[in-house]
């Protein structure tokens, strides 16, 4: 008996309950999945986020709203950063603290171009503390996928507390599928046959998460 013999026979097995005539679309699929792990609050959520930010190496800073930018430019200026990249729709005052050149987003911008911009900052979509994941959606204040993977330096603000959930499971009905969707956990990495961690092969080598304190009026709004 050949292999293709036994792999079709197995199927066949597995169908002998089926009616005949029932489709893939037939029968009602339970989709009642576990979408809350555990009772946290929304502090602990948030503290959840950044522990495992810092796991995945990913520096993690905190601010408000009043201390953004002069953070975002101290951040910058400790990198030696001349440029940064920014998305068309991110708030313009996050930048208004550095001393640095902005470069817009353009579809022009070849991988050359992006690769000698300094640092990129963006917002997110979402951030899930039991991964320590950003999701970014090619939003206004995100941009086109490339500006993250090819510039080395990203510096990524979360909103915290109304971007961050806890589970996978709760992160995805806020994305849309048919959007392009990127998700980072930690700086791009990986590990020849040996196990020697190298940083930066397919994305930014330095991963620095804001978690950006909102008010409740933002939040909600």
């Not at 169908?15 to 609050?41: C, F, M, N, Q």
């Not at 030696?80 to 050149?101: H, I, Y």
């Not at 599928?177 to 956990?185: A, F």
């Not at 990986?190 to 950006?212: A, M, N, Q």
């Amino acid at each position: 008996m050949s292999s293709r013999d036994v792999v079709l026979a197995r199927v066949r097995q597995a169908l002998t309950d089926v009616p005949r005539g029932e489709g893939p679309d037939g029968p009602p699929v339970a989709r009642d999945y576990r979408r809350v792990h555990g009772s946290r609050t929304r502090a602990q959520t948030v503290e959840l986020l950044a522990e495992n930010l810092a796991d995945y190496r990913a520096i993690v800073h905190r601010t408000d709203a009043e201390g953004l930018p002069g953070l975002i430019g101290r951040l910058l200026a400790e990198r030696g950063a001349r440029t940064v990249l920014v998305p068309p729709g991110l708030d313009a005052s996050w930048t208004a603290g550095a001393d640095v050149t902005r470069v817009e987003d353009r579809v022009s911008s070849t991988p050359h171009e992006l690769d000698a911009v300094d640092s990129v900052l963006t917002g997110c979509a979402v951030a899930i503390a039991e991964t320590g994941t950003l999701v970014l959606d090619a939003g206004p204040d995100q941009g086109r996928r490339r500006i993250t993977l090819v510039p080395d330096h990203h510096l990524c603000v979360v909103r915290v507390p109304g971007q961050v959930v806890g589970s996978v499971p709760e992160a995805l009905p806020r994305l849309a599928p048919d959007r392009p969707l990127t998700w980072i956990s930690g700086p791009s990495a990986t590990s020849d046959i040996e196990l020697d961690r190298v940083e930066g092969v397919h994305g930014p080598r330095t991963l620095e998460v804001i978690l950006l304190t909102a008010d409740e009026e933002e939040e909600t709004g």
